[in-house]
């Protein structure tokens, strides 16, 4: 799950991570009065909503007046923004958020995340931040500097003492930076992050330090302790199938092909797209109903893949282990029978009951393909859709 710069902003302050004052504006007179009630000579007009790269795309935005924040937030609000981390046709800005103006020296980049390689925490720092960290990564890889944490023994001083060494940072700055990992790396644990990123940490006029950007991603499978967190969700921002699947407990991500797939275990799930992919097929989903999948479990994922309007083919393969070829007949023919069958549809059955399970397809009625096997299955969809 992701929340917004401004939330993100709220959790910092409350865990002893510096960040300039602002407030929420959800139209043009809060941001007026935001503006007004922060008193500085320069506030900065930042969109709200869950992609980066605002600052390149006309998301940020200098205001050196409250009637000149006013007009911003009017252009601001309502807009599609476009980034290079959003769909083309963008997303839409429902709020911004007004924040005094910072004067930067310098442009940090931190960075925790959990390296599952090296079943640890690991922290990411370079002096190169404001821009693509992927691309001084790619450059200039020196100029990241990053250490592992054994969350069995916890950060220690020497992790912080290396990462500024390695970054040459002067000593009153890693005076500064200290207390700031300290924090940042309880709240990663506290919270459940699966990543957490500052880009850009700022070093201002007065040698201060301050988070001027806050990227949070929670690790959704630790939602369930994290009741206050989850609060923060905003469906607006979210993939309206996405939210449905989360809600009936399935793995799904939204893609922006046309043939729906329903898959049992995520791996063979990966394999059905690149097959997809391969005989020239786009698929229009990642969806994974899970190995022990009840008849509810695989209507619920139809009921998703039929209301999907991009959705032109049906792509079902499933490998019965756990999971009963007869139970997953079952659910294709009470979907089908409830929801309607729109387009065509392609099942690959193979595994426990699979006899039964093709029995179960025959007896339907149904108007389907039976595929022999995947690779059968992904050309055959790919030329019905065609
Ligand atoms: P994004 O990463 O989505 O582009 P940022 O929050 O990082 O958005 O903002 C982009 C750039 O705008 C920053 O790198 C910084 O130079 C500038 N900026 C952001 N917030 C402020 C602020 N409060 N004061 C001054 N400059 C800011
Ligand atoms: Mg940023």
């Given at each position: 799950?992701?929340?917004?710069?401004?939330q993100?902003?709220?959790l910092?302050?409350?865990?002893?991570?510096?960040?300039?004052?602002?407030?929420?504006?959800?139209?043009?007179?809060?941001?007026?009065?935001?503006?007004?009630?922060?008193?500085?000579e320069?506030?900065?007009?930042?969109?709200?909503?869950?992609?980066?790269g605002?600052?390149?795309?006309?998301?940020?935005?200098?205001a050196?007046?409250?009637?000149?924040?006013?007009?911003?937030?009017?252009?601001?609000?309502?807009?599609?923004?476009i980034?290079h981390?959003?769909?083309?046709?963008?997303?839409?800005?429902?709020?911004?958020?007004?924040e005094?103006?910072?004067?930067?020296?310098?442009?940090?980049?931190?960075?925790?995340?959990?390296?599952?390689?090296?079943?640890?925490?690991?922290?990411?720092?370079?002096?190169?931040?404001g821009?693509?960290?992927?691309?001084?990564?790619?450059?200039?890889?020196?100029?990241?500097a990053t250490?592992?944490?054994?969350p069995?023994?916890?950060?220690?001083?020497?992790?912080?003492?290396q990462?500024?060494?390695?970054?040459?940072?002067?000593?009153?700055e890693?005076?500064?930076?200290?207390?700031?990992?300290?924090?940042?790396?309880?709240?990663?644990?506290?919270?459940?992050y699966?990543?957490?990123?500052?880009?850009?940490?700022i070093?201002?006029?007065?040698?201060k330090?301050?988070?001027?950007?806050?990227?949070?991603n929670?690790?959704?499978?630790a939602?369930y302790?994290?009741?206050?967190?989850e609060?923060?969700?905003?469906?607006?921002?979210?993939?309206?199938?996405?939210?449905?699947?989360?809600?009936?407990?399935?793995?799904?991500?939204?893609?922006?092909g046309?043939?729906?797939?329903?898959?049992?275990?995520?791996?063979?799930?990966?394999?059905?797209?690149?097959?997809?992919?391969?005989?020239?097929?786009?698929?229009?989903?990642?969806?994974?109903v899970?190995?022990?999948?009840?008849?509810?479990?695989?209507?619920n994922?139809?009921?998703?893949?039929?209301?999907?309007?991009?959705?032109?083919?049906?792509?079902v393969?499933?490998?019965?282990?756990?999971?009963?070829?007869d139970?997953?007949?079952?659910?294709?023919?009470?979907?089908?029978?409830?929801?309607?069958?729109?387009?065509?549809?392609?099942?690959?059955?193979?595994?426990t009951?699979?006899?039964q399970?093709?029995?179960?397809?025959?007896?339907?009625?149904?108007?389907?393909?039976?595929?022999?096997?995947?690779?059968?299955?992904?050309?055959?969809?790919?030329e019905?859709?065609?």
């Open positions: 799950m992701n929340i917004h710069e401004y993100a902003k709220l910092f302050k409350q865990n002893g991570v510096p960040v300039p004052d602002g407030y929420l504006a959800t139209n043009p007179t809060e941001a007026e009065f935001a503006m007004r009630r922060l008193g500085t320069v506030a900065v007009v930042k969109a709200q909503v869950h992609a980066g605002r600052g390149k795309a006309g998301g940020v935005k200098l050196k007046s409250p009637e000149e924040c006013r007009k911003i937030a009017e252009a601001m609000i309502g807009m599609d923004l980034t981390q959003t769909y083309p046709e963008g997303k839409k800005v429902h709020k911004v958020y007004v005094a103006g910072s004067k930067i020296v310098k442009e940090y980049y931190l960075a925790l995340f959990l390296d599952r390689e090296n079943a640890g925490i690991g922290i990411m720092f370079s002096t190169e931040g821009m693509d960290i992927e691309e001084v990564a790619a450059k200039t890889p020196e100029k990241i250490v592992v944490v054994d069995t023994v916890g950060l220690q001083g020497h992790h912080i003492r990462l500024c060494w390695s970054m040459n940072l002067p000593a009153a890693q005076k500064e930076m200290t207390p700031i990992v300290r924090n940042l790396y309880k709240m990663f644990i506290k919270y459940d699966s990543m957490l990123e500052i880009n850009p940490l070093v201002n006029d007065q040698g330090m301050f988070a001027l950007d806050g990227k949070m929670f690790d959704d499978n939602l302790r994290q009741k206050d967190v609060l923060f969700r905003d469906y607006l921002e979210e993939d309206e199938r996405e939210v449905t699947a989360s809600k009936y407990g399935l793995s799904y991500i939204g893609l922006d046309n043939i729906g797939c329903l898959v049992n275990g995520a791996g063979l799930a990966m394999a059905t797209m690149d097959i997809v992919k391969h005989y020239g097929g786009k698929p229009a989903n990642f969806l994974d899970g190995g022990g999948a009840s008849q509810e479990t695989v209507t994922a139809f009921r998703i893949l039929f209301a999907d309007p991009g959705v032109k083919g049906l792509f393969n499933i490998f019965g282990g756990i999971m009963r070829c139970v997953i007949a079952n659910g294709i023919v009470a979907a089908a029978k409830e929801l309607g069958l729109r387009v065509p549809m392609v099942v690959r059955l193979e595994g009951n699979v006899e399970g093709k029995e179960i397809l025959k007896k339907s009625g149904l108007n389907l393909y039976a595929a022999s096997d995947m690779a059968d299955g992904a050309k055959k969809i790919v019905l859709v065609k």
